[in-house]
């Protein structure tokens, strides 16, 4: 007998288990359903009556439930379970729908107990890292290709259906061993007649099995058997899971087999796709998003009160605060023109210039004259004519009314005699 049974793993979970645990729930609801199909009449043929080994035919039909004669005639009409037409046929054509069906099906108690142990060990390593949306196309996908390989494989050699969610496990198994190869599975190891508990690494224990299978079905001449039938559902798992590492489909934190292999050789990491985030995380970036809303929230009303009191430079701390938080955040049109007339009212002169660029920058209103002010403060206070007049040169003066059109005229006029005079502009 094997030597391992696994029983649970420790990998780090990015998804909850939820389709593993919804693919093992339908295993087990359609156990009952099996068994109460009505029984049924199948047509048992052969096209090659001497290469065919009768008594291990029928000896192959009761261990798969088939209630079988003693003596089996060729073309012959049996009685056969109710499940027999969804198992998967070998040697009657192509027949689709038992690719699916086969999948949920199993022989008795014991084949589907030990399937789902291992369905829950090797799923938890799998949907742990691609959610369940995509384990459930692994799953089904890897389990429909198997099976249809499995019929196409002995399409003319008719012998009796196989079933079980054995193939697709293997496949689950060999991805598990591609991306988490490190991780350990709680196993228990049974030889010399003792027991043992320990950590086996999914490696390993995929290796063992799948090997194991191998060499059977070598020996026994690759003829249709339940090892080469794990052996084809491991084979299409390898493919699918070393798909999925070569398009970087799947992000396994560098603990894959191929960036292990890259680690040892020393060669340069390959790269990687941003990995998709878990549940949890997302819960968490929701979390602090709402944190962060409470925080500017409280921080915008404080910059509305700072302002309503005349405090400029608490209005300028609190808003250094709110693009810490948000760094996208920017000054309203309310906000800066309240800002700039206090800034103006306590004579900040540079401040004011600076702020009033940032106005000029993002809003539209109150242009004309927020440059009147500019060019005001550049000629009155900062005693820079040539600056004034390039300030000057900005304004549409079809848009000035009749007080803006007094001041533009004076500004322009006091500039332009200052630079006449010879006057420079001082620089800070």
Same mark, same amino acid.
């Given at each position: 007998?094997?030597?391992?049974?696994?029983?649970?793993?420790?990998?780090?979970?990015?998804?909850?288990?939820?389709?593993?645990?919804?693919?093992?729930?339908?295993?087990?609801?359609?156990?009952?359903?099996?068994?109460?199909?009505?029984?049924?009449?199948?047509s048992?043929?052969?096209?090659?009556?001497d290469?065919v080994?009768?008594?291990?035919?029928?000896?192959?039909?009761?261990?798969?439930?088939?209630?079988?004669?003693?003596?089996? =005639?060729?073309?012959?009409? #049996?009685?056969?379970?109710? @499940?027999?037409?969804?198992? &998967?046929?070998?040697?009657?054509?192509?027949?689709?729908?038992q @690719?699916?069906?086969?999948?949920?099906?199993?022989?008795?108690?014991?084949? /589907?107990v030990?399937?789902? +142990?291992?369905?829950?060990?090797?799923?938890?390593?799998?949907?742990g890292?691609?959610?369940?949306?995509?384990?459930?196309?692994?799953?089904?996908?890897?389990?429909?290709?198997?099976?249809?390989?499995?019929q196409? $494989?002995? &399409?003319?050699?008719?012998? !009796?259906?196989?079933?079980?969610?054995?193939?697709?496990?293997?496949?689950? $198994?060999? +991805?598990?061993?591609l991306?988490?190869?490190?991780?350990?599975?709680?196993s228990?190891?049974?030889?010399?007649?003792?027991? @043992?508990?320990? !950590?086996?690494?999914?490696?390993?224990?995929?290796?063992?099995?799948?090997?194991?299978?191998?060499?059977s079905?070598?020996?026994?001449?690759?003829?249709?058997? %339940?090892?080469l039938?794990?052996? %084809?559902?491991?084979?299409?798992? /390898?493919?699918?899971?070393?798909?999925?590492?070569?398009?970087?489909?799947?992000?396994?934190?560098d603990?894959?087999?191929?960036?292990?292999?890259?680690?040892?050789?020393?060669?340069?990491?390959?790269?990687?796709?941003?990995r998709?985030? %878990?549940?949890?995380?997302?819960?968490?970036?929701?979390? #602090?998003?709402?944190? %962060?809303?409470?925080?500017?929230? +409280?921080?915008?009303?404080? &910059?509305? =009160?700072?302002?309503?009191?005349?405090?400029?430079?608490?209005?300028?701390?609190?808003?250094?605060?709110?693009?810490?938080?948000?760094?996208?955040? =920017?000054?309203?049109?309310?906000?800066? /023109?309240? /800002?700039?007339?206090?800034?103006?009212?306590?004579?900040?002169?540079?401040?004011?210039?600076h702020?009033?660029?940032?106005? &000029?920058?993002?809003f539209?209103?109150?242009?004309?004259?927020l440059?009147l002010?500019?060019?005001?403060?550049?000629?009155?206070?900062?005693?820079?004519?040539?600056?004034?007049?390039e300030?000057?040169?900005?304004?549409?003066?079809?848009?000035?009314d009749a007080?803006?059109? #007094?001041?533009?005229?004076?500004?322009?006029?006091?500039? #332009?005699?200052?630079?006449?005079?010879?006057?420079?502009?001082?620089?800070?």
């Open positions: 007998g094997r030597v391992f049974l696994p029983l649970i793993s420790d990998a780090q979970l990015r998804f909850w288990p939820i389709m593993t645990g919804v693919m093992i729930l339908l295993n087990i609801v359609a156990w009952p359903i099996q068994m109460s199909l009505p029984e049924t009449t199948a048992i043929h052969f096209d090659q009556p290469e080994d009768i008594q291990e035919l029928l000896r192959q039909m009761r261990d798969r439930g088939i209630d079988a004669p003693e003596q089996l =005639e060729f073309d012959d009409v #049996q009685r056969v379970p109710g @499940w027999y037409p969804f198992a &998967l046929s070998h040697g009657n054509g192509l027949n689709p729908l @690719w699916l069906t086969s999948m949920y099906m199993h022989g008795d108690v014991l084949h /589907l030990g399937n789902m +142990i291992f369905l829950w060990v090797f799923g938890l390593v799998v949907e890292r691609i959610g369940a949306f995509w384990f459930a196309a692994v799953y089904l996908g890897c389990g429909v290709l198997q099976n249809a390989l499995g196409m $494989m002995f &399409l003319f050699s008719p012998a !009796p259906p196989s079933l079980g969610a054995s193939g697709v496990i293997y496949s689950l $198994m060999m +991805i598990a061993a991306w988490a190869p490190g991780d350990n599975i709680q228990i190891i049974i030889a010399f007649y003792r027991v @043992w508990f320990v !950590p086996v690494p999914v490696l390993i224990l995929a290796a063992f099995y799948f090997l194991a299978d191998l060499g079905s070598i020996f026994g001449g690759f003829e249709l058997s %339940t090892p039938l794990h052996v %084809t559902g491991g084979v299409v798992g /390898l493919a699918v899971g070393a798909a999925a590492l070569a398009m970087n489909l799947v992000d396994c934190d603990l894959d087999v191929w960036s292990r292999i890259h680690d040892v050789s020393g060669k340069q990491p390959r790269k990687k796709r941003p998709r985030k %878990t549940q949890e995380e997302l819960k968490q970036e929701e979390n #602090q998003k709402g944190e %962060t809303a409470a925080r500017l929230e +409280i921080f915008y009303r404080s &910059l509305t =009160e700072h302002l309503a009191d005349g405090n400029p430079t608490q209005a300028i701390a609190v808003m250094k605060q709110i693009r810490r938080n948000d760094p996208d955040a =920017e000054w309203t049109e309310g906000h800066l /023109l309240k /800002l700039i007339a206090l800034l103006k009212q306590q004579q900040r002169w540079d401040e004011l210039l702020y009033s660029d940032i106005f &000029l920058e993002n539209t209103s109150r242009r004309t004259s440059l002010i500019q060019a005001h403060t550049q000629l009155e206070k900062k005693h820079r004519p040539r600056k004034t007049l300030i000057l040169g900005k304004i549409d003066q079809s848009q000035l007080k803006q059109r #007094q001041s533009f005229v004076h500004l322009v006029q006091t500039a #332009q005699a200052k630079v006449r005079a010879g006057d420079l502009d001082f620089s800070d």
